[in-house]
C-alpha cells in the first residue's frame, strides 16, 4: 500500500496527468490578440509568436512529462527491490546466522 502512494504522489508531483491534458496550450498563457481589422504582417506576426508559445509550452511539458515518467519507474523499480528484499529477509537472516557461527564455510 506504501509503494502505490510513492507512486501516486510522483505522478502529483510532476502533475503528468494535467500536463498531458494542457500540452499544446501556450507556454504560461502568453497569447497575443490579433487586434482589429486585417493587416498581413500584424495577422502574420502574432501567428508566428502564438504558435513560438505554443511550441515551447509543449517542449517544457514533453520533458517534465518524460521526468516524471523516468522517476516514477524509478520508485516502481525500488519497490520492486524492496519488496524481493523483503521476502528474502528471513532466509538472509538464518543464513547470516549459520554463517556467523560457522557452520556453513
Known amino acids: 500500500m506504501g509503494w502505490k502512494n510513492f507512486l501516486r504522489f510522483n505522478?502529483?508531483?510532476?502533475?503528468?496527468?494535467?500536463?498531458?491534458?494542457?500540452?499544446?496550450s501556450p507556454w504560461k498563457g502568453?497569447?497575443?490578440?490579433?487586434?482589429?481589422?486585417?493587416d498581413a504582417a500584424r495577422y502574420f506576426n502574432t501567428f508566428l509568436?502564438?504558435?513560438?508559445?505554443?511550441?515551447?509550452?509543449a517542449l517544457i511539458r514533453l520533458v517534465l512529462i518524460v521526468l516524471g515518467l523516468v522517476f516514477g519507474l524509478g520508485v516502481?523499480?525500488?519497490g520492486a527491490l524492496v519488496l524481493i528484499v523483503w521476502?528474502?529477509?528471513?532466509?538472509?537472516?538464518?543464513?547470516?546466522?549459520?554463517?556467523?557461527?560457522g557452520v556453513v564455510v
Open 87 to 101: 521476502i528474502c529477509l528471513p532466509a538472509i537472516v538464518v543464513a547470516g546466522l549459520f554463517y556467523a557461527i
Open 11 to 24: 505522478f502529483n508531483y510532476f502533475s503528468v496527468g494535467q500536463l498531458l491534458k494542457s500540452l499544446f
Open 76 to 78: 516502481f523499480l525500488a
Open 49 to 57: 509568436g502564438n504558435m513560438i508559445s505554443r511550441v515551447l509550452g
Open 30 to 38: 502568453d497569447i497575443s490578440s490579433y487586434g482589429r481589422g486585417f
